[in-house]
């Protein structure tokens, strides 16, 4: 079974799982590098950037919240967390950080795969969209920031690209389709084309907290992407 050479980086610190997932998705056609620690997992994201990164939230040293925290500041690749059972503030960490999605443990290697593979399809969906368009013809203002929707960046009140995910383009693409209108949780998913992944109550509003922290003058005030209370959100 071929997952056309997708390459994985396994980060957990667990030698026993983490070698049980390395051959389970190694069988299923995946290039797999592993990393016990987040400093062995930075040496290989050097070296060469993979399609997925499957990160434990729980490590001893430097944990996976902080590891994701600095990843997000130089790459968009799509994270996958793996978390304790039960640990709810986990996940909103992780959303709040930039992770993608998120597995419990014990691991059911059939929903990891189909969740890794959700990931990439989704973040290979955005990519897309970035990579078509070489000569960027349209662009919203959120604010002082610009969203160039044709080449799928952002770009600060100084000129210089904003790093965003997939997810946080395709947030930003429905709010500029939409101008004006309030949204709803549930057709922000739709829109955003996520429903292959399966959200807690949260997930939304911490997306677009981690939005507003790129594009609200006063992120802790926004006036650009609105709360309607017990609604849902407006661009305007």
Not at 23 to 33: A, F, P, V
Not at 59 to 69: C, F, I, N, S, V
Not at 179 to 189: A, K, P, T, V, Y
Request: aromatic letters at 6%; charged letters at 35%; glycine letters at 6%.
């Amino acid at each position: 079974m071929s997952e056309d050479c997708h390459e994985i980086i396994i980060c957990d610190d667990e030698a026993p799982l983490r070698r049980m997932l390395s051959d389970h998705l190694s069988e299923c056609g995946y290039l797999i590098r592993e990393a016990e620690d987040a400093t062995s997992l930075f040496v290989l994201m050097n070296e060469r950037e993979p399609d997925l990164v499957l990160l434990d939230v729980r490590m001893p040293g430097k944990d996976g919240q902080t590891a994701l925290r600095e990843l997000r500041k130089t790459s968009v690749v799509p994270v996958l967390m793996l978390t304790a059972a039960g640990e709810l503030v986990d996940k909103i960490l992780g959303l709040e950080f930039g992770a993608d999605d998120y597995l419990v443990k014990p691991v059911d290697l059939r929903e990891l795969q189909a969740r890794i593979k959700a990931t990439i399809r989704r973040n290979e969906i955005g990519q897309g969209t970035r990579d078509r368009a070489k000569a960027p013809e349209g662009a919203v203002q959120f604010g002082p920031s610009r969203l160039d929707v044709d080449s799928g960046r952002l770009f600060g009140p100084d000129g210089n690209e904003v790093t965003i995910t997939a997810m946080e383009f395709r947030l930003l693409r429905v709010f500029a389709a939409n101008r004006g209108r309030i949204l709803i949780r549930d057709q922000l998913l739709e829109q955003a084309h996520d429903k292959a992944w399966e959200p807690f109550d949260r997930s939304i509003d911490l997306r677009i907290s981690r939005i507003r922290r790129k594009i609200e003058p006063n992120p802790d005030k926004p006036e650009i992407i609105r709360t309607v209370r017990g609604v849902g959100y407006i661009f305007d």
